[in-house]
């Protein structure tokens, strides 16, 4: 019934007596039925309601709250991790209906939001410095994001294959400290051995 739109339905049953047969009888009121949908964040923080309910629209999020509410914490649990909100949860209410529409109240608890402290690459021997950091592009005191590490951590063996590098090996290590929200990263990198080109010998009639 939720999923069609009835958020507040009234279900009872009882058991009836007949002889030797006994029967579950279920009553089902369906109520009124909503004509739109639309999720509300509950948080303080208004600059980051404000985000989310951004967020909410362009994943089209609304559309969702009584098919899958699930996918709308998802959604936004994810949007706030990737912001750097690494301790980030986000606790839906059922949904109540108010006039014809469905509106499905959502805490947030942001918790701190984690920033890159120090960004360090080791390993490094042959690629200079500056194209190493230049192909992470990953900065300090910008927020947290473990998708954009691992986009980094490609970038960075991108680089050393397009430099002849046969099968070079980068691990990102995230040590988040313990008393603060900063997070110290370490790309660990393995060069491997450099393929170069030899002599090169023409044969055959000129």
């Known amino acids: 019934l939720a999923r069609r739109g009835y958020v507040r339905p009234a279900v009872s049953a009882r058991i009836t007596s007949a002889g030797n047969t006994r029967t579950l009888q279920i009553d089902v009121q369906p109520g009124e039925r909503s004509r739109d949908t639309r999720v509300r964040i509950m948080i303080a923080?208004?600059?980051?309601?404000m985000e989310?309910?951004?967020q909410?629209?362009?994943r089209g999020l609304d559309a969702l709250i009584l098919r899958d509410p699930g996918a709308v914490t998802r959604e936004l649990t994810e949007y706030l991790r990737a912001r750097g909100y690494l301790r980030a949860t986000v606790k839906p209410a059922p949904p109540v209906l108010e006039g014809d529409t469905a509106v499905l109240p959502v805490a947030v608890d942001p918790g701190p939001q984690f920033v890159i402290s120090t960004v360090n690459f080791e390993g490094r021997r042959?690629?200079?410095a500056e194209d190493v950091a230049k192909a992470a592009s990953i900065f300090e005191e910008t927020p947290y994001d473990p998708a954009a590490i691992d986009a980094a951590r490609d970038r960075i063996?991108?680089?050393?294959?397009s430099k002849g590098y046969a099968s070079p090996a980068v691990v990102?290590?995230?040590a988040v400290r313990d008393?603060?929200?900063r997070?110290?990263?370490t790309f660990e990198i393995t060069e491997s051995s450099r393929q170069t080109v030899g002599d090169i010998v023409v044969s055959g009639n000129v």
Do not use: C, I
């Open 45 to 49: 923080n208004e600059g980051l309601a």
């Open 52 to 54: 989310l309910d951004r």
């Open 56 to 58: 909410v629209a362009a």
């Open 126 to 128: 042959t690629v200079a």
């Open 157 to 161: 063996v991108g680089l050393y294959r």
């Open 172 to 174: 990102a290590n995230a």
């Open 179 to 181: 008393t603060e929200a």
């Open 183 to 185: 997070v110290d990263l």
